[in-house]
């Protein structure tokens, strides 16, 4: 990389209002795979007194022609990446005609056609790839669009209602839209193609009928209704909790095949990864179904968080995303287990977004410079934002924090503003002071607790002692504002109540100061305090609770949470434990625990299913400064042998009695999670009963069952496991989603040809390196879940991927940025291991040609 060419970064202190604004864009596309036309008249205004040269943003473009006012314009300069018009009046119609490619674009922004259907994405920057625009959030226009293309092409999609359409007299057809909603360029969506469609409708709770279409590639109607049905949950709920209701007459959301991310919310016009869209039993798992629901109504809620009011610049995009993140996970969390869903968004943030605020990408939910924009849309982004979201609810209440968000509609709907202006309306609405608490919106890395323990017998008193540290990493941050959620139990499991200073104080204590006390009155016998209930603020808490301690939460803490969180701390003890020691033996107190919730099952099935899981190597390589990565694994089969050889009858028996239904309701969900949980243990042993359980789940009609089956046996090793993969193979050949799963399982056997097993699936008929979902289920299955085989000694596994990344440096960047996350952490591994895994990232840092994406990311890891 010369330092010529070295790309450039952006600063969030540099941002400036725009120079003018496009009230309205006329855009007229003639789709043609090679040279699409693009034409915009847009209709511009100065917004300031300067004399200041309009900058346009385009990338790859071809400009055709150039017009103010109707008449030919070559005051002009034309860059790189902009557009530079000089010399215009205060107002002014501009007209540009440029050509685009979309047939050769396989980076998937901007406008590509793949799988045979044109489809857009522009967030965040890729509307420039279509035409020269004023390419920022804060740049509101309205949108008419024409869609010109061949007949094969029948469906022509835009945002907002079709208002006219036709045949012209050369055999092509077109369609206009329009959009009355301002909005800016990222939100714009196209899509042409020939699909299936299902089409419902939704009266609204002011009884307004929107009718709501799902375009998918001919023959998968069938995988179309939990889609849709979760689209009219996600409406009513929105309704329900926030008062929200959808605007337009219509709602489309169409599945396509090559993605980079999950999901778009383009407005009206959502467009899907196809794997978020399509499920039924037989090819989707019981957690597809969830993932569906869970994005579908993400989407359908940008809606307002995002597309009514939206961001300012790109640094504030936490706004948006964190805001929707925590509406999607209490959707989720209203309409299924509380409990679950908190695990599930709780394992996120401690391994993914721990470990990313503690390495060389660490950056605050609203960044202060970016070079590439599409390597912030992070799980610090989205899932610390939504934890910092969710904190404020916990300051505020449910009641108070709803207010907050009617001010900020009221204030702001149809603005481009920023994260203080969210902050603003929920302490205006709330009158709470958050000025401390917005430090969470500028300090990056994760925050320290230590909590210190102590019951006076003879006053009676128990004293909490709470010391924050700034992170290792981040020695400067202030002092945050840490909403600490408690419960004391007694010896009997019951819930004390709380007094300090003879007034009853509330579950959740503000830790404001470097160190407090809190101090309990009237506590008989000493307790044993519950810290961080429901995980209450992503801090690190650094606690000595015993193991017998923890088994007296596991049994009694009254949130399910809790009770999971004391059941993974026991075991990340037991396991550092073994570690240490180099003796890996389960104690018979936790195994015993274990028995009985098999052999009891009170309560929900699929909390005990997780209850009897061993916390993942992700979890536990967070305990560790220097990941031993092979006492990892070696500890953890060691356990969950141990595990699966005390409870063989009690998996077997469990196994047989519950019946499953086959249906998708939440009972039935749960019972196969806790059978499955079984099988997986079962796989692990030599009880006579398991090949033909296996053998018979292998082959269930349900995907959930069939392959939780394939799971087990490839994790344990297990001899079926060659001849199920080829059988699924065969049956499935045809569908590449689930070819995706068979990927997957291909991709994390751990087996000596593991590396050339994967290089030779390159070729296999299924195989796409240009296919996001594809290069994700092979190759990140393995580097993030073959533990032992990416991280060979040999460095044979990070060749693999560092082969790929050069690879996708030129097809696909996003996907390559994104696929370069496990070398991130290199730093945390033993020298062999971390200067093999250094040398990948050189390897790529001079490469020529290398992308922005992987040059912030390659350049960050390195200087780190
Ligand atoms: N807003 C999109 C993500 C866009 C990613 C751009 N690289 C999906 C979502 O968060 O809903
Ligand atoms: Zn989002």
């Known amino acids: 990389m010369s330092a010529t060419s070295k790309p450039q970064a952006q600063y969030l202190k540099d941002y400036q209002a725009p120079q003018f604004s496009i009230q309205h864009i006329d855009l007229r596309f003639e789709l043609a795979p090679l040279k699409t036309s693009v034409q915009s008249t847009m209709t511009i205004n100065r917004t300031d007194e300067s004399n200041a040269d309009l900058l346009l943003d385009g990338v790859d473009l071809t400009l055709i022609s150039l017009m103010v006012d109707d008449k030919a314009y070559d005051d002009y300069t034309l860059e790189d990446e902009k557009l530079i018009i000089h010399n215009l009046p205060e107002s002014f119609i501009l007209k540009i005609e440029n050509h685009i490619d979309p047939q050769t674009n396989t980076s998937l922004e901007g406008l590509y056609l793949?799988?045979?259907?044109?489809?857009?994405?522009?967030?965040?920057?890729?509307?420039?790839?279509?035409?020269?625009?004023?390419?920022?959030p804060d740049v509101l226009a309205s949108f008419d669009v024409t869609i010109i293309a061949d007949k094969k092409y029948t469906h022509l999609l835009s945002n907002g209602n079709q208002i006219e359409s036709g045949n012209l007299d050369d055999g092509r057809h077109f369609v206009k839209w329009q959009d009355p909603f301002k909005k800016p360029s990222y939100l714009f969506a196209l899509v042409a193609g020939d699909f299936d469609v299902l089409r419902d409708h939704y009266t609204t709770q002011s009884g307004r009928k929107v009718e709501l279409a799902l375009f998918v590639d001919k023959g998968n109607l069938s995988k179309t209704p939990h889609a849709m049905t979760s689209l009219k949950k996600s409406m009513q709920w929105d309704e329900e909790r926030f008062n929200l209701e959808y605007d337009l007459d219509i709602y489309m959301i169409v599945a396509v095949d090559f993605f980079n991310m999950g999901a778009m919310e383009n407005k009206g016009l959502n467009i899907f990864n196809s794997k978020c869209v399509l499920a039924n039993q037989e090819t989707a798992t019981d957690k597809d179904y969830h993932t569906i629901e869970s994005i579908v109504g993400h989407e359908y809620f940008h809606n307002w968080t995002g597309n009514r009011v939206t961001c300012r610049d790109w640094f504030q995009l936490s706004l948006k995303e964190g805001l929707t993140v925590f509406r999607d996970q209490e959707f989720s969390s209203d309409l299924g287990s509380r409990a679950l869903n908190r695990i599930d968004a709780v394992k996120v943030m401690r391994t993914h977004q721990f470990s990313e605020d503690a390495g060389p990408m660490a950056h605050p939910i609203r960044p202060e410079k970016v070079i590439e924009m599409n390597n912030f849309y992070t799980v610090t982004v989205y899932d610390k934002g939504a934890e910092v979201i969710r904190m404020m609810h916990?300051?505020?209440?449910?009641?108070?924090?709803?207010?907050?968000?009617?001010?900020?509609?009221?204030?702001?709907?149809?603005?481009?503003?920023?994260?203080?202006?969210?902050?603003?309306?929920?302490?205006?609405?709330?009158?709470?002071?958050?000025?401390?608490?917005?430090?969470?919106?500028?300090?990056?890395?994760?925050?320290?607790?230590?909590?210190?323990q102590a019951y006076d017998e003879q006053n009676q008193t128990f004293t909490l002692s709470i010391e924050q540290f700034a992170p290792d990493n981040q020695p400067n941050n202030a002092l945050l504002h840490i909403p600490f959620a408690i419960e004391l139990l007694d010896s009997d499991g019951q819930s004390l109540p709380l007094v300090i200073d003879n007034q009853p104080q509330d579950s959740v204590l503000?830790?404001?100061?470097?160190?407090?006390?809190?101090?309990?009155?009237?506590?008989?016998?000493?307790?044993?305090?519950?810290?961080?209930?429901?995980?209450?603020?992503?801090c690190i808490v650094n606690q000595n609770t015993s193991a017998a301690d923890l088994l007296h939460i596991m049994r009694f803490a009254r949130s399910d949470f809790s009770r999971w969180d004391a059941q993974q701390r026991l075991f990340t003890n037991e396991m550092?434990?073994?570690?240490?020691?180099?003796?890996?033996?389960?104690?018979d107190d936790i195994l015993s625990a274990l028995k009985l919730l098999v052999d009891n099952r009170e309560g929900d099935l699929a909390l005990i299913a997780e209850l009897l899981k061993l916390p993942s190597y992700d979890t536990l390589a967070a305990e560790y400064a220097v990941i031993p990565v092979d006492d990892i694994i070696a500890v953890q089969n060691a356990f969950e042998s141990q595990i699966a050889n005390f409870l063989t009858e009690s998996l077997v028996n469990c196994y047989n009695v519950l019946e499953d239904d086959g249906s998708t309701s939440a009972t039935a969900v749960a019972v196969r999670a806790l059978k499955q949980l079984c099988l997986y243990y079962l796989a692990k042993t030599n009880h006579s009963d398991v090949n033909s359980l296996i053998r018979?789940?292998?082959?269930?009609?349900?995907?959930?069952?069939?392959l939780a089956a394939l799971s087990a046996v490839v994790k344990a090793n297990h001899s079926l496991c060659d001849t199920l993969?080829?059988?699924?193979?065969?049956?499935?050949?045809?569908?590449?989603?689930?070819?995706?799963?068979?990927f997957a399982l291909q991709a994390m056997k751990d087996s000596a040809t593991s590396i050339s097993d994967i290089k030779a699936l390159y070729d296999h008929p299924s195989f796409d390196f240009g296919n996001p979902n594809r290069v994700r289920a092979l190759v990140g299955s393995f580097s993030h879940f073959n533990i032992t085989q990416f991280h060979r000694a040999d460095g044979e596994g990070y060749q693999l991927l560092g082969d790929l990344l050069v690879k996708l440096n030129d097809i696909n960047p996003q996907n390559a940025s994104r696929m370069l996350t496990p070398f991130m952490s290199w730093k945390r591994y033993d020298e062999n291991r971390s200067a093999a895994m250094k040398a990948q990232l050189q390897r790529l840092a001079d490469l020529d040609g290398l992308s922005d994406d992987l040059f912030e990311k390659v350049e960050k890891a390195l200087e780190s």
């Open 114 to 136: 793949s799988g045979g259907a044109y489809c857009t994405q522009c967030e965040a920057e890729g509307f420039r790839k279509i035409t020269y625009y004023l390419d920022r």
């Open 394 to 452: 916990t300051l505020l209440g449910e009641e108070k924090f709803q207010q907050g968000m009617a001010l900020y509609f009221e204030r702001h709907d149809g603005q481009a503003v920023t994260c203080d202006d969210f902050v603003a309306a929920m302490s205006d609405a709330s009158g709470i002071d958050l000025t401390q608490f917005k430090r969470w919106y500028s300090q990056a890395g994760t925050p320290k607790l230590n909590v210190e």
């Open 510 to 538: 503000n830790v404001t100061e470097k160190t407090q006390q809190f101090v309990f009155e009237g506590i008989k016998q000493r307790p044993v305090a519950v810290l961080l209930e429901d995980f209450s603020a992503p």
């Open 576 to 587: 550092k434990a073994a570690i240490a020691s180099g003796e890996a033996c389960l104690s």
């Open 696 to 706: 018979e789940s292998a082959h269930s009609n349900n995907m959930t069952n069939a």
């Open 725 to 742: 993969l080829t059988e699924f193979d065969a049956k499935w050949r045809h569908d590449v989603l689930v070819m995706d799963k068979w």
